[in-house]
T-cell receptor
Framework: AQSVTQLGSHVSVSEGALVLLRCNYSSSVPPYLFWYVQYPNQGLQLLLKYTSAATLVKGINGFEAEFKKSETSFHLTKPSAHMSDAAEYFCAVSERENQGGKLIFGQGTELSVKP | EAQVTQNPRYLITVTGKKLTVTCSQNMNHEYMSWYRQDPGLGLRQIYYSMNVEVTDKGDVPEGYKVSRKEKRNFPLILESPSPNQTSLYFC????????????FGSGTRLTVV
């Protein structure tokens, strides 16, 4: 069965520092992978997705993620954190041939940015 | 503006009183889905629909019903709500399958007392 593990339920960084949010998945076939961001009292917004092309994926707001099949990882990074990046981040996976369109979500990582 | 609209945003109800949470999308998307979000559990799929009149169970369907009579609407029905259905609910839609990425609504916070 597919699963997603996000290491660290809370991550705190200083403004301007590197952001690294970790995501590992288990899947029997190369999956689709996603990162979503949730701001307080809002729905989830798609940050970026990996479907089949380049393994380094660039998303919105300066975030990027690298698909590493050998490590079954899809870590999210941003070179320089901004106060507005404070939010909860979810990694999600779906098998390519999944007809139900189901995303399996990780438990989420809350990112805090200190001034 | 392309969006998924859920109503209501907040709802407090009593055990056993039937309720419906509406969901509508204006993007002509084929796929629609309902998720619930609970602390420490992330988001879990309740039901999904691949097209009009085509619905199926997700991971946590017990106590819920859905219908898809029109492409744009996908209501979530709780026939007899119980306190363990207190949660944050999200409706989402996607143009075709999951590869395009889902667009989520703003959520409905439901409390069952």
């Amino acid at each position: 069965a597919q699963s997603v593990t996000q290491l660290g339920s809370h991550v705190s960084v200083s403004e301007g520092a590197l952001v690294l949010l970790r995501c590992n998945y288990s899947s029997s076939v190369p999956p689709y992978l996603f990162w979503y961001v949730q701001y307080p009292n809002q729905g989830l917004q798609l940050l970026l997705k990996y479907t089949s092309a380049a393994t380094l994926v660039k998303g919105i707001n300066g975030f990027e993620a690298e698909f590493k099949k050998s490590e079954t990882s899809f870590h999210l990074t941003k070179p320089s954190a901004h106060m507005s990046d404070a939010a909860e981040y979810f990694c999600a996976v779906s098998e390519r041939e999944n007809q139900g369109g189901k995303l399996i979500f990780g438990q989420g990582t809350e990112l805090s940015v200190k001034p | 503006e392309a969006q998924v609209t859920q109503n209501p945003r907040y709802l407090i109800t009593v055990t056993g009183k039937k309720l419906t949470v509406t969901c509508s999308q204006n993007m002509n998307h084929e796929y629609m889905s309902w998720y619930r979000q609970d602390p420490g559990l992330g988001l879990r799929q309740i039901y999904y629909s691949m097209n009009v009149e085509v619905t199926d169970k997700g991971d946590v369907p017990e106590g819920y019903k859905v219908s898809r009579k029109e492409k744009r609407n996908f209501p979530l029905i709780l026939e007899s709500p119980s306190p363990n259905q207190t949660s944050l609910y999200f409706c989402a839609s996607s143009p075709q399958g999951v590869s395009g990425g889902y667009t989520f609504g703003s959520g409905t916070r439901l409390t069952v007392v």
